[in-house]
């Protein structure tokens, strides 16, 4: 058992002798979680909720989680590229116990580590459905424990967009029904159908899917606005400001907005949009899997992508892509020359051969672009952007 730690001093030493196991090594994330477990197998892990996460950071508490596991007889695996272990009763008293210096600070958001000690120190009885996880190296997920931690880095914005290895995480989620927030194995629902329709208790089914929702696990910034929890996935991440209007809108994990954004359309998977952007309604841009040949597209800030637009390149600040145009990498674009030269002054950094028709992959990141259509010609055209692109600040 861990005793004796009562002050900083002491936790300082215990942090250090923990760190002297052979093997050691600091978790790039760690954190404990609430597992909801299968209705009909309960040994299938359906979910995992976590208060709080740690990324790449508090390596003192992680030791400390080292320590309370080793002294209640589990040794943890070090070897590989994630440890998950059930927490009990004993793991927390060793964990209060080390942390006993800093209790009272425990408030707030002081010693958010500590405070879920404390927490769970207060249950009754923890039976089997808390975890605790660590990572030590940011390779493919082998559990659904560390998919969730990882999901909770990018919704949480710990984590960048595109920075967190989600390689395989689909194999490791199970497909489950989501009532509410508790997920229902679909071999369990369809089991037990019968009984559950004649008396009355079938569930109402809100998805079906791998991923649970944005808002059944995490509580936006005060000025953020989603409007209908279905169009945001988690694993998203929306920085303070973002309005997510009802209808088209939708955005996936591994992507989201930077700054106040109005989304109304779709940010697909590792798709990101700049500060001051406006996503018009049912305009679409492009995941890796949906016909950027693997070029995970960003929009810069201030952008306008107008109503059922379709981007599948990247875009600088300040373009405009008008409503119901379609800009791929393949896509043929005529630039006039005395808008070429405008286009080029936008860009210095960049140089463009002095011709009439590029290809969208050619103005790639490109900033202050109005990409249009010619009503006469039908040709797709870009001209350098006059208008300026600015949000309502009263709506964000």
Same mark, same amino acid.
């Not at 305009?283 to 693997?294: F, H």
């Given at each position: 058992?861990?005793?004796?730690?009562?002050?900083?001093?002491?936790?300082?030493?215990?942090?250090?002798?923990?760190?002297?196991?052979?093997?050691?090594?600091?978790?790039?994330?760690?954190?404990?979680?609430?597992?909801?477990?299968?209705?009909?197998?309960?040994?299938?892990?359906?979910?995992?909720?976590?208060?709080?996460?740690?990324?790449?950071?508090?390596?003192?508490?992680?030791?400390?989680?080292?320590?309370?596991?080793?002294?209640?007889?589990?040794?943890?695996?070090?070897?590989?590229?994630?440890?998950?272990?059930?927490?009990?009763?004993?793991?927390?008293?060793?964990?209060?116990?080390?942390?006993?210096?800093?209790?009272?600070?425990?408030?707030?958001?002081?010693?958010?580590?500590?405070?879920?000690?404390?927490?769970?120190?207060?249950?009754?009885?923890?039976?089997?459905?808390?975890?605790?996880?660590?990572?030590?190296?940011?390779?493919?997920?082998?559990?659904?424990?560390?998919?969730?931690?990882?999901?909770?880095?990018?919704?949480?914005?710990?984590?960048?967009?595109?920075?967190?290895?989600?390689?395989?995480?689909?194999?490791?989620?199970?497909?489950?029904?989501?009532?509410?927030?508790?997920?229902?194995?679909?071999?369990?629902?369809?089991?037990?159908?019968?009984?559950?329709?004649?008396?009355?208790?079938?569930?109402?089914?809100?998805?079906?899917?791998?991923?649970?929702?944005?808002?059944?696990?995490?509580?936006?910034?005060?000025?953020?606005?989603?409007?209908?929890?279905?169009?945001?996935?988690?694993? !998203?991440?929306?920085? #303070? %400001?973002?309005? /997510?209007?009802? *209808? &088209? @809108?939708?955005?996936?994990?591994?992507? =989201? +907005?930077? $700054?106040?954004?109005?989304?109304?359309?779709?940010?697909?998977?590792? !798709?990101?949009?700049? #500060? %001051?952007?406006? /996503?018009?309604? *049912? &305009? @679409?841009?492009?995941?890796?899997?949906? =016909? +950027?040949? $693997?070029?995970?597209?960003?929009?810069?800030?201030?952008?306008?992508?107008?109503?059922?637009?379709?981007?599948?390149?990247?875009?600088?600040?300040?373009?405009?892509?008008?409503?119901?145009?379609?800009?791929?990498?393949?896509?043929?674009?005529?630039?006039?020359?005395?808008?070429?030269?405008?286009?080029?002054?936008?860009?210095?950094?960049?140089?463009?051969?002095?011709?009439?028709?590029?290809?969208?992959?050619?103005?790639?990141?490109?900033?202050?672009?109005?990409?249009?259509?010619?009503?006469?010609?039908?040709?797709?055209?870009?001209?350098?952007?006059?208008?300026?692109?600015?949000?309502?600040?009263?709506?964000?």
């Amino acid at each position: 058992m861990i005793n004796n730690i009562v002050t900083t001093d002491n936790f300082k030493a215990l942090v250090e002798n923990t760190k002297k196991i052979a093997g050691y090594k600091e978790p790039i994330a760690f954190g404990i979680c609430r597992v909801d477990r299968g209705q009909k197998n309960a040994d299938k892990i359906l979910q995992a909720s976590f208060p709080i996460i740690n990324w790449k950071e508090n390596y003192g508490s992680a030791a400390i989680f080292i320590a309370a596991l080793e002294s209640s007889k589990r040794a943890v695996d070090f070897s590989g590229s994630e440890f998950v272990a059930s927490v009990n009763d004993e793991f927390v008293k060793n964990a209060l116990s080390a942390f006993t210096p800093y209790l009272d600070e425990a408030k707030g958001d002081a010693h958010l580590n500590v405070q879920v000690i404390k927490t769970l120190s207060s249950m009754a009885t923890l039976g089997s459905n808390f975890k605790i996880v660590f990572l030590f190296e940011d390779t493919n997920p082998q559990s659904v424990e560390a998919v969730y931690l990882k999901l909770y880095a990018l919704s949480t914005s710990k984590a960048a967009l595109r920075s967190v290895n989600l390689n395989g995480a689909f194999g490791v989620l199970s497909n489950v029904a989501w009532v509410g927030n508790t997920p229902y194995e679909l071999e369990y629902l369809r089991e037990h159908e019968i009984t559950l329709k004649l008396t009355g208790t079938y569930p109402l089914i809100d998805s079906v899917d791998k991923f649970p929702r944005y808002l059944q696990h995490i509580i936006p910034a005060d000025n953020t606005r989603i409007l209908e929890a279905s169009r945001v996935r988690m694993g !998203a991440q929306l920085a #303070a %400001g973002t309005t /997510v209007m009802p *209808g &088209a @809108s939708y955005i996936n994990f591994n992507a =989201g +907005t930077l $700054g106040a954004v109005m989304v109304e359309g779709r940010i697909s998977s590792s !798709a990101i949009v700049g #500060a %001051g952007s406006d /996503v018009g309604g *049912g &305009a @679409s841009i492009l995941g890796v899997l949906s =016909g +950027t040949d $693997g070029n995970p597209i960003s929009i810069g800030e201030n952008t306008l992508l107008g109503a059922n637009s379709v981007t599948g390149i990247p875009l600088g600040d300040g373009c405009i892509v008008d409503a119901g145009m379609t800009v791929l990498a393949g896509t043929k674009i005529k630039i006039a020359p005395l808008e070429l030269e405008k286009i080029q002054v936008a860009n210095p950094n960049i140089k463009l051969e002095n011709k009439t028709t590029f290809k969208g992959s050619e103005l790639q990141g490109l900033h202050g672009i109005h990409y249009r259509h010619n009503s006469m010609t039908g040709d797709s055209e870009a001209r350098r952007s006059t208008r300026e692109v600015k949000l309502n600040s009263e709506l964000h």
